[in-house]
């Protein structure tokens, strides 16, 4: 039997028949797409707390405070530290109207992008399946 599978497969080897190539196995393509694009989301917040600062908490951030005298520190004269003490002429001056400083763009848009982060995370905890609110 053994010299049977020796001839049939000496007989298979001799005889080149042509074979086509295989297409391979179709494999669903799996895309990792954001529910909330990033880049919007983030200038959307920024963009947000930019117009609030402005238009909103400006002129409560620009009230003058009715303290006494008798509140705060005192000097009895000129020392060198009171010259360091003088603010730098870019943090106070704009040409905004209202008076919407570097100072105030700067603290306005980091509250901005940090509500925009805690957005994408909160979106993304959702996605994960997880409930960010667990008592809702």
């Given at each position: 039997m053994?010299?049977?599978?020796?001839?049939?497969v000496?007989?298979?080897?001799?005889?080149?028949?042509?074979t086509?190539?295989?297409?391979?196995?179709?494999?669903?393509?799996?895309?990792?797409r954001?529910?909330?694009?990033?880049?919007f989301?983030?200038?959307?917040?920024?963009?947000?707390?930019?117009?609030i600062?402005?238009?909103?908490?400006?002129?409560?951030?620009?009230?003058?405070?009715?303290?006494?005298a008798?509140?705060?520190?005192?000097?009895?004269?000129?020392?060198?530290?009171?010259d360091?003490?003088?603010?730098?002429?870019?943090?106070?001056?704009?040409?905004?109207?209202a008076?919407?400083?570097?100072?105030?763009?700067?603290?306005?848009?980091?509250?901005?992008?940090?509500?925009?982060?805690?957005i994408?995370?909160?979106?993304?905890?959702?996605?994960?399946?997880v409930?960010?609110?667990?008592?809702?």
């Amino acid at each position: 039997m053994a010299a049977a599978l020796c001839n049939k497969v000496s007989l298979r080897t001799g005889a080149a028949r042509p074979t086509l190539a295989r297409k391979p196995a179709r494999v669903a393509v799996v895309k990792t797409r954001a529910a909330l694009e990033a880049p919007f989301i983030i200038s959307a917040s920024t963009a947000a707390f930019l117009s609030i600062g402005r238009f909103v908490f400006l002129p409560y951030q620009r009230r003058e405070a009715n303290f006494d005298a008798t509140v705060g520190p005192k000097t009895t004269g000129t020392t060198f530290f009171d010259d360091l003490q003088k603010d730098a002429s870019f943090t106070t001056s704009s040409k905004d109207p209202a008076g919407f400083t570097i100072i105030d763009v700067f603290g306005w848009g980091a509250l901005g992008h940090a509500v925009g982060y805690a957005i994408l995370a909160i979106s993304s905890l959702h996605d994960a399946g997880v409930n960010p609110w667990p008592a809702v």
